[in-house]
């Protein structure tokens, strides 16, 4: 009994080594047509089932090099702009019904991933840390617990109620005073920071009330004021666990995809200004799996292998600060 | 000429309907060294926390009574529980330094923690900061130990070294009295008695109370020793005379060892 | 004095801005609350979404949080068991990061996991998918109750009942666990709580569903997924039945996460 438990405790345990692995290498697999397709050109190509045509001689006669293919076309295309003479060949490609193909590149929700997520740190860190120094320094105890309980509670809600909030309630009051569209990239970011204020408000406050309380008053007694006691000995002190905190703030956000979906405008088209509809990696697989197939469906497992490697290596990332603070 | 006058003193914690300390009477004298002892729960520690207002970090405290301090600058007597306002008390507990049970150095450099009291209080002159630590540090017997290693961190010190730290940096703001709340009782005996040979050293150029739960370094290190007990201060005297020839029944029992 | 000056400014702002953070809560909740309210009637319990009602998608999002329970806790409970009490250093160690990172691993990556692993096979969404890709979001929240509730046991706990003669897994199971179990149950509760609110792994593994059904093995009503459809839909009935949603499905993981709570204090 002894020995069989032990064999099935340690399965479990590798199996999270096993779903973690599996996870990579089916999302891999799945994403290898666009892989092949694209390689790393995809993050830093806008066009997202986008109908090019093939013209180049090399797309015709080296079918294997297709990286480089695609890469020709596009400076074919742009040559056919920029001198007039060959565009009436052009033209006349086109009209002779051409072969075409369908791109796909991840650059637009990849910037709206980071961007959402910058503007969401942006705006939740100051808030958070206010929340975190007046629960664990300035409130009455009985204030400090009610009011932080209230706020664990907050950081449970389910990220779709912030969405729903965020496009009805919300967004029209920032696209009143910011201008712009209700859907955008600042809205979104601004909801997505208002989902993770509570979480890195909560963790904050753990990390600040780790100070022993006779290391601040060793503080007061010197004659140092309360804000110069927070500056000095219990932001150091808790620095590891403030930083973690954002880290792990900054990973929620990366991947939230409810409190974003409503907001951000699913439209692939790079955003010209902070107040412009763009989509983010989550968002668009949620949007668009169910419809997708071939190589559009290869394309986003492609960015969702890109979100999970993103969020693996800043947990890590995280992980690895932790570790080597902790030693 | 006492530098700190505690007179018929109360002291209640907030919830709590019986104060912790009754109508305590008590000098601490300049340039001498006061060390308050008793069992447990008598009060000794509340006491000390209450001559500097560290207890005023958690509000609901209640005092009565007077506990003034000689300002040396005007010579006079001021009453720190009419204290209010935040600069006063920022003054207060730069003329009253505190030392606690365990070492607290701050997490930044063995420069740092020594002039932070300094820094704080306005002085940026580069020369006039590090000629201070450094007195401070070898007023604290602990400059030949660390002056090569001033930007180090002071985490990396000894325990007995950290306490030193900490009493460096209270000494570097030059206060009036030191509070020493059982500034050993988290150390081992050699680090023990260098804290108390330093201890004797200081109050050449300050007054010093402590608490201690040691009634030998009460008898070593102290020139007065107040004994109290569930709040009350039994008796106060000269410290050859608190363990000699205590006048106190309750004094004879608990330095015999017979409770406590 | 310039020093308490900026003490005075800091002190304030951060009182400020932890008010407009309570004020964004409070403002989310209040919209919640009279939405939800306004929309709410007693025949949401009784009709399924084919009749605007919500029954069928109440009942399929427990039993597809219910399902990924029962396939996440005890595989959870026991991986936690593993690092905790057999695991030699540096695997435990290894497991216990990884699960860190499986547990901030995004949602919908692991619904998309989900999909290409079950949903592509069997080509349909099924209750079952749904279950699963739950279960993988679970498995490192209970791995991390487990693991941190265990390590508040004193060891001389543990020595006491091998000096006693016991077996390593008889004392585990006997002593051990009984020690922490008020604490691990708490954070099942907790993990419960996390996973019941979920949208993203469903929205292509379980989909959901206008009707009522307990076929895990086709599409399967899910309370979250079909409050995405309806929030995003042009009518303003749909949207005032996603509030009313919204409202019970919030109302349903405050209950759990506060009677969680509730467990930890009355234990203390």
């Known amino acids: ?327 | 000429m006492p530098v700190m006058n505690i007179k018929k003193f109360s002291f209640t914690y907030p919830g709590v309907s019986d104060p912790s300390l009754k109508n305590i009477t008590l000098p601490i004298k300049k340039n001498k060294i006061t060390a308050l002892i008793g069992p447990s729960g008598c009060g000794k520690s509340t006491l000390l926390r209450s001559m500097n207002r560290i207890h005023d970090l958690y509000p609901g405290n209640k005092y009565e009574g007077k506990i003034d301090l000689l300002d040396f600058e005007s010579g006079k007597y001021k009453n720190i529980l009419d204290i209010k306002k935040e600069n006063e008390f920022i003054k207060l507990r730069q003329q009253v330094g505190m030392i606690f049970q365990k070492p607290t150095p701050f997490p930044m450099s063995i420069f740092d923690n020594v002039a932070y009291g300094l820094k704080i209080d306005g002085i940026k002159n580069k020369s006039e900061l590090s000629d201070r630590v450094e007195a401070a540090l070898k007023g604290s017997a602990l400059w030949s130990e660390v002056s090569d290693r001033l930007g180090k961190s002071a985490m990396g010190l000894s325990g007995g070294q950290q306490q030193r730290l900490c009493i460096a940096r209270a000494v570097a703001v030059k206060p009036e009295v030191l509070l020493f709340d059982e500034p050993t009782s988290a150390l081992d005996p050699i680090s023990t008695a260098a804290i108390e040979e330093l201890i004797v050293e200081l109050r050449n150029d300050i007054s010093i109370a402590i608490v201690t739960h040691n009634m030998q370094q009460a008898s070593r290190i102290s020139d007065y020793t107040a004994f109290m007990y569930l709040g009350d201060l039994v008796e106060y005297d000269k410290t050859e005379n608190i363990f000699l020839n205590p006048k106190e029944k309750r004094t004879e029992d608990y330095i015999t060892g017979r409770f406590g | 004095m310039r020093r308490l000056l900026i003490n005075k400014i800091i002190l304030t702002l951060s009182t400020i801005s932890a008010l407009i953070g309570l004020a964004f809560l409070a403002w989310i909740l209040v919209t919640l609350f009279v939405k939800g309210l306004s929309s709410f009637h007693f025949s949401l319990f009784v009709n399924d979404l084919i009749d605007n009602g919500l029954r069928n998608l109440i009942i399929g999002q427990f039993i597809l949080a219910g399902m990924a329970s029962v396939i996440g806790i005890p595989l959870g409970m026991v991986a936690g068991i593993y690092i905790r009490e057999y695991g030699q250093g540096r695997y435990a160690n290894l497991i216990r990061n990884l699960s860190d990172i499986m547990m901030s691993a995004p949602s919908i990556v692991i619904g998309a996991f989900v999909y290409a692993i079950i949903v592509v096979p069997t080509g349909h969404t099924s209750g079952f998918a749904g279950s699963i890709a739950l279960a993988i979001m679970m498995i490192p929240i209970v791995i991390s109750t487990t693991d941190s509730m265990l390590s508040l046991v004193p060891k001389e706990l543990r020595e006491a009942g091998i000096a006693l003669g016991a077996s390593k897994y008889k004392v585990i199971f006997d002593i051990v666990i009984k020690s922490a179990k008020v604490g691990i149950m708490t954070g099942i509760l907790l993990a419960f709580a996390r996973i019941v609110g979920e949208t993203a792994p469903l929205l292509f593994t379980s989909q959901t569903s206008n009707y009522f059904t307990l076929d895990l093995t086709h599409a399967f009503p899910s309370l979250s997924v079909s409050i995405y459809d309806l929030a995003s839909d042009v009518q303003t009935s749909s949207r005032d039945l996603a509030w009313a949603a919204s409202f019970i499905l919030t109302v349903m993981v405050l209950v759990i996460n506060l009677t969680g709570k509730f467990i930890t204090r009355n234990k203390k």
Not at chain 1, 33 to 45: M, Q, R, T, Y
Not at chain 1, 225 to 243: L, Q
């Open chain 1, 1 to 327: 009994m002894e020995k069989i438990f032990q064999k099935f405790a340690f399965s479990s345990a590798t199996l999270v080594f096993i779903i973690l692995l599996g996870i990579f290498i089916t999302l891999f697999n799945a994403a290898r047509p666009a892989i092949n397709e694209f390689g790393l050109n995809f993050i830093v190509d806008p066009a997202w089932n986008k109908e090019v045509p093939i013209t180049t001689p090399q797309a015709k006669t080296d079918k294997s090099v297709t990286q480089s293919a695609v890469s020709n076309t596009d400076d074919e295309t742009v040559d056919v702009n920029d001198f007039g003479d060959d565009s009436d060949d052009m033209m006349m490609q086109d009209e002779d019904d051409t072969p075409t193909k369908t791109i796909y590149g991840g650059l637009v929700p990849l910037v709206g991933t980071i961007f959402s997520t910058l503007i969401a740190l942006a705006f939740a860190m100051p808030i958070a840390m206010g929340i975190a120094i007046f629960l664990a320094e300035i409130a009455p105890k009985k204030i400090a617990t009610f009011v932080g309980g209230a706020i664990e509670l907050l950081a449970a809600i389910p990220s779709i109620i912030f969405g729903m909030w965020g496009l009805y309630y919300f967004a029209p009051i920032v696209a009143a005073l910011f201008g712009g569209f209700q859907v955008s990239l600042l809205t979104a970011g601004l909801v997505l920071g208002v989902m993770i204020l509570p979480f890195m408000a909560a963790i904050t406050r753990d990390s600040m009330n780790t100070t022993p309380d006779i290391l601040k008053e060793s503080a007061y007694a010197l004659g140092a004021t309360k804000f110069e006691v927070i500056k000095d000995v219990i932001f150091p002190y808790s620095k590891v666990g403030i930083i973690g905190s954002i880290i792990l703030s900054l990973g929620r956000a990366l991947g939230e995809t409810m409190a974003v979906a409503f907001l951000i405008g699913s439209i692939f088209e790079l955003p010209h200004k902070i107040t412009d509809p763009t989509i983010s990696i989550p968002v668009a697989l949620a949007n668009n799996f169910g419809e997708a197939s071939g190589l559009g469906m290869s394309s986003l497992f492609y960015l969702a292998l890109i979100l999970f490697v993103m969020s693996f290596a800043v947990i890590s990332f995280a992980k690895f600060y932790f570790l080597r603070k902790a030693n």
